[in-house]
């Protein structure tokens, strides 16, 4: 499984962005699929995910802010961030997860940088 992240860049505070995370298989393949982000001399942490079934989960700083979607027909999930924050700007990782029998396998696509600036 390959993940292919875009869609990152520099965004006023106030501002919209769009991140695409493109899977190199049908994303009904994964258990869950979203994007996670790292901030400078920050932990990774969780932005959005979204369940195989359709249910999501958002941290709380980016709830009613950012809305993640999947386009069935293009292998994709995108984030959609609204109202960005200059706390928001990180680096975005895209990521999915595959539960098998023992331990689940995890992928990560490239990170894309997010740039919150005036």
């Known amino acids: 499984v390959q993940l292919q992240a875009s869609g990152g860049g520099l965004v006023q505070p106030g501002g919209s962005l769009r991140l695409s995370c493109e899977a190199s298989v049908s994303i009904f393949t994964m258990n869950y699929m979203g994007w996670y982000r790292q901030g400078p001399g920050k932990q990774r942490e969780l932005v959005a995910v979204?369940?195989?079934?359709?249910?999501?989960n958002y941290a709380d700083s980016v709830k009613g802010r950012f809305t993640i979607a999947r386009d069935n027909a293009k292998n994709t999930v995108n984030l959609q961030m609204n109202n960005v924050k200059p706390s928001d700007m990180a680096v975005y990782y895209c990521?999915?997860?595959?539960?098998?029998?023992?331990?689940?396998?995890?992928?990560w696509g490239q990170g894309t940088q997010v740039t919150v600036s005036s």
């Open positions: 979204m369940s195989r079934g359709g249910s999501t």
């Open positions: 990521y999915a997860r595959i539960e098998r029998p023992g331990l689940p396998s995890i992928y």
